[in-house]
């Protein structure tokens, strides 16, 4: 007997629910994500750099409140989205961050393993990221 196939061309591939969000918040988003790159190119920098020491404080300011920023996009669209891979990549990329700034792993690696982490969630197709994982 033939599988059914969701309207996507996906079999069991279910997404969480989705909201409005306005036009010019996804715009808005997009530089929202080109500071908070910024931030964490620096933040990631001074990790792997030697010789730099502790991130500048406005970076530190600035990586955080745009991804604070971002997630509440992201939320926006994705009402479910702690519920979805891109929602539990995030919160693994701030356990690792917070276990790296307390002491409890290797600063440089637990630092360096988030952001590619998170770059691995960030590119994966739409129906992979926002999937339900439970």
Same mark, same amino acid.
């Given at each position: 007997m033939a599988e059914k196939q969701e309207p996507t061309g996906c079999?069991?591939?279910k997404m969480g629910r989705i909201g409005m969000r306005p036009y010019w918040v996804l715009n808005l988003s997009v530089l929202i994500r080109a500071v908070h790159q910024?931030?964490?190119a620096?933040?990631?920098a001074t990790y792997l750099v030697d010789g730099i020491g502790h991130p500048p404080s406005l970076y530190l300011v600035l990586v955080f409140g745009s991804?604070?920023?971002l997630l509440f996009t992201e939320w926006m669209r994705?009402?479910?989205l702690y519920r979805e891979l891109c929602g539990v990549t995030t919160a693994c990329k701030l356990l690792l961050l917070g276990a790296a700034f307390h002491g409890f792993l290797s600063a440089p690696i637990a @630092? =360096?393993?988030?952001f @590619? =982490?998170?770059?691995?969630g960030a590119h994966v197709p739409k129906l992979v990221r926002h999937r339900l994982l439970f």
């Open positions: 079999v069991g591939n910024v931030g964490a620096v933040f990631l991804g604070v920023a994705h009402r479910q @630092v =360096l393993l988030a @590619v =982490l998170a770059s691995v």
